[in-house]
């Protein structure tokens, strides 16, 4: 079976898309949509801005979902996905694939989705760290017994997870990891604590969005954060689309679901080759592609 898999924040790099825009008709009719409804011109910075104009939560989220569903579009005939996910903010990517949402809706949510995590950032700074080379279950062990804000955000592939809190938090819990026997705990450079409780101004102000939003059945199921499922139904996609924002992403487990499932090729859409790497990382043998231009 063929995996659709849609990268998340940290993909993004300056001049994505601009082959696209500049090989494609409908690619650069839907770009300049997206103008219109975001109300500035995502475009420039996308093709000409600065690492540090694409670093913004406001502009990052969009930018790679931009890049994410117009290359999917542009596949035409064949983009046949018959399973999807995504990586946190990927999932609103991987729900346009596969047709709950519409382009201007994902679009809309995206940038709803990333002003409200961009005030939430800013009630409490807050920041989230890699744990590189220890157990899941170690991990999440020593994050329950410290008496901060912390918790473990992104399970990736085993052997990495990131953990996401208060910053005193994360100092304390990157002390006690490494103790305990992790090769590296890196301070990531984000804006926050995403997937923590420290996210929760924003998941109340996304359910409501979310809420007013219409999403229709898929063409496929898509395999959902929370839980690492194949979900289908419109009501249960929304419910777990809400708790994503404060929820851990069980990345590892959604791959190791795919496989189980009869996922045979994942092919990564979207900038970078990360998820290509975090899939290897699961299974070895596994096929894995990636979509990163214009096909032509």
């Not at 913004?56 to 983009?79: C, E, R, Y």
């Not at 519409?102 to 949510?109: M, P, V």
């Not at 020593?142 to 912390?150: A, D, L, P, S, Y």
């Amino acid at each position: 079976m063929k995996a659709y898999v849609f990268p998340g924040q940290g993909a993004q790099f300056v001049g994505m898309g601009k082959d696209l825009y500049e090989n494609s008709d409908l690619a650069k009719e839907l770009f300049e949509k997206a103008n219109d409804i975001l109300g500035f011109r995502i475009t420039d910075l996308m093709f000409e801005g600065t690492d540090e104009d694409l670093r913004q939560t406001n502009v990052t989220q969009p930018a790679i979902f931009l890049h994410s569903v117009i290359l999917a579009k542009t596949l035409g005939d064949d983009f046949k996905p018959e399973m999807v996910a995504g990586h946190s903010l990927g999932e609103f990517s991987a729900l346009v694939a596969n047709g709950s949402l519409s382009f201007e809706d994902g679009l809309k949510l995206v940038s709803q989705r990333a002003s409200a995590m961009q005030k939430a950032c800013e009630i409490e700074p807050s920041t989230m760290a890699a744990i590189i080379g220890l157990d899941d279950e170690t991990v999440v062990k020593i994050c329950e017994e410290i008496n901060e804000i912390v918790v473990p955000a992104n399970f990736n592939c085993p052997g990495q997870l990131v953990i996401s809190g208060s910053m005193k938090g994360i100092e304390i819990a990157c002390e006690k990891l490494l103790d305990a026997g992790a090769k590296r705990a890196l301070p990531l450079k984000v804006g926050g604590a995403f997937h923590s409780p420290l996210m929760e101004p924003a998941r109340v102000e996304l359910e409501e969005a979310i809420e007013n939003t219409t999403f229709s059945t898929p063409i496929c199921p898509v395999y959902q954060n929370v839980n690492a499922m194949p979900i289908s139904n419109p009501d249960e996609i929304k419910k777990n689309l809400v708790s994503q924002l404060t929820a851990p992403v069980r990345f590892t487990q959604t791959m190791v679901n795919m496989i189980a499932d009869g996922a045979t090729l994942f092919t990564e859409v979207g900038p970078g080759k990360v998820i290509q790497g975090l899939v290897k990382k699961v299974d070895r043998k596994m096929e894995t592609a990636g979509v990163d231009s214009f096909q032509g």
